[in-house]
């Protein structure tokens, strides 16, 4: 079994930032790709940022330049730094990991929610 658990997230002014982190425990041999996805109210789920375990990235061009994902294989986690945020990344904000594990898979966290008010 895997789980993902995230942490930060919450309200913040336009023009601000914030920190999402995730981290992956259980029976985990190995993380291929790790990334953020977003969902807003009546809108389907979207790839916000991923990156291998070699570190390399991408990421949604609504987002290039402000939102900056890393990640520490040695502890299984993935964090997204959010700078210049606009009301539009209002959203629940999921983490996700490929894992090779004993049941291995994607996995998802439960989510965490951003508010950026205007």
């Known amino acids: 079994q895997v789980l993902l658990v995230e942490s930060g997230g919450g309200l913040v002014q336009t023009g601000g930032s914030l920190r999402l982190s995730c981290a992956a425990s259980g029976s985990i041999f190995s993380i291929y790709a790790m990334g953020w996805y977003r969902q807003a109210p009546g809108k389907q789920r979207d790839l916000v940022a991923v990156i291998t375990s070699g570190g390399s990235t991408n990421y949604a061009d609504a987002v290039k330049g402000r939102f900056t994902i890393s990640r520490d294989n040695a502890k299984n986690t993935v964090s997204l730094q959010m700078n210049s945020l606009k009301p539009e990344d209002t959203a629940v904000y999921y983490c996700?990991?490929?894992?090779?594990?004993?049941?291995?898979?994607?996995?998802w966290g439960q989510g965490a929610q951003v508010t950026v008010s205007s």
């Open positions: 996700n990991a490929d894992v090779r594990a004993i049941v291995p898979g994607r996995y």
